[in-house]
């Protein structure tokens, strides 16, 4: 049996990126983090970060520095999502949203990993999560 328990980040500073993603995700750094691994519970899949020597950010969308992987977090409101994560500290790169609302917002975090905010056509929200429509019913 095969399961995945971990994304693990690298970064300059494990808490400081820690502190970042706790507050854009609104769930708390695990207890018992440190300066060497600090994580985010984020269902069965911990959200980790680990502190790398001579850390060099990825420099999206260039490729010299390739930003390897991304985070997408599906929104209800892209808008207040937006002014929320940029006072966080996120920095906007691309905005891919048309008039009515829906597409995706890139960013990079504090120490220039890339993610995404997404609002798709078609998902609704029950209980504070996305549920996404069966495959062929408008998912942009």
Not at 91 to 115: C, M, S, W
Request: aromatic share 10%; with cysteine.
């Amino acid at each position: 049996m095969l399961r995945l328990t971990d994304v693990i980040i690298d970064c300059p500073d494990a808490m400081a990126l820690a502190g970042f993603y706790a507050a854009v995700t609104g769930l708390p750094v695990k207890e018992g983090s440190t300066e060497h691994w600090a994580g985010i519970q984020v269902g069965e899949v911990e959200l980790a970060f680990t502190p790398v020597e001579d850390y060099r950010a990825p420099r999206w969308p260039e490729s010299e520095h390739p930003k390897q992987f991304h985070l997408d977090f599906e929104v209800d409101d892209i808008e207040a999502e937006h002014a929320r994560v940029v006072g966080l500290g996120a920095e906007l790169k691309q905005d891919h949203v048309e008039a009515g609302g829906y597409g995706f917002r890139v960013y990079v975090d504090p120490v220039g990993h890339p993610f995404c905010l997404c609002r798709n056509q078609g998902v609704s929200w029950v209980d504070g999560r996305p549920v996404w429509p069966a495959p062929g019913e408008g998912r942009a």
